[in-house]
T-cell receptor
Framework: DARVTQTPRHKVTEMGQEVTMRCQPI?????VFWYRQTMMQGLELLAY????????DSGMPKDRFSAEMPDATLATLKIQPSEPRDSAVYFC????????????????FGPGTRLTVL | GEDVEQSLFLSVREGDSSVINCTYT??????LYWYKQEPGAGLQLLTY?????DMKQDQRLTVLLNKKDKHLSLRIADTQTGDSAIYFC?????????FGQGTELSVKP
């Protein structure tokens, strides 16, 4: 049963601390997405990788957030230093991007990391 | 506008039909998607429609697509309490899905 996994599921930390969230995409998928969900802003795309290369991180605050894919089985999202306004649920999703004008791009979501910054 | 738009809330009685509406922006989206998010979980694909179709039926779900008006709707027949969730529509912009804000469906017994 192939699933996207995320760790930790819950994280409570104090303002100023570093937070690292991890994601294991589905084996064979070549795209990985990081989203943030809050009541106020809804679902926001933070970063997007294809074949481990960052394609779009325009939604991510660059001064404190960084996203990487050290290898095809691991994606990380780091916040340093964290702030209370970063409190949200962070989702990772993976997919298999197909080239061509009629590509079907289903994304498979992980269960999310609920981050609380005090 | 640049956003995919949905109404935020819908409340129906069990057994009634639910209709969730969405306005999208990118007329070149080849596929349009509906995702469902249950409490405490990630989003799951519910159904999708290819842009050259105007209707797709899948058991209790009917998707209608009006390309001229860039309007997408999801109809759930015989709505059950288990259908209570947040429903997101999404358009495809070059491999990147752009989601609406989500419509919270509340089903009352």
């Amino acid at each position: 049963d192939a699933r996207v996994t995320q760790t930790p599921r819950h994280k409570v930390t104090e303002m100023g601390q570093e937070v690292t969230m991890r994601c294991q995409p589905i084996l064979g998928h070549n795209t990985v997405f990081w989203y943030r969900q809050t009541m106020m802003q809804g679902l926001e795309l933070l970063a997007y990788f294809r074949n481990r290369a960052p394609l779009d991180d325009s939604g991510m605050p660059k001064d404190r957030f960084s996203a990487e894919m050290p290898d095809a089985t691991l994606a990380t999202l780091k916040i340093q230093p964290s702030e209370p306004r970063d409190s949200a649920v962070y989702f990772c999703a993976s997919g298999l991007a197909r080239t061509g004008s009629s590509s079907y791009n289903e994304q498979f979501f992980g269960p999310g990391t609920r981050l609380t910054v005090l | 506008g640049e956003d995919v738009e949905q109404s935020l809330f819908l409340s129906v009685r069990e057994g009634d039909s639910s209709v969730i509406n969405c306005t999208y922006t990118d007329s070149s989206s080849t596929y349009l998607y509906w995702y469902k998010q249950e409490p405490g979980a990630g989003l799951q694909l519910l159904t999708y429609i290819f842009s050259n179709m105007d209707m797709k039926q899948d058991q209790r779900l009917t998707v209608l697509l009006n390309k001229k008006d860039k309007h997408l709707s999801l109809r759930i027949a015989d709505t059950q309490t288990g259908d209570s969730a947040i429903y997101f529509c999404a358009e495809d912009q070059g491999g990147k899905l752009i989601f609406g804000q989500g419509t919270e469906l509340s089903v009352k017994p």
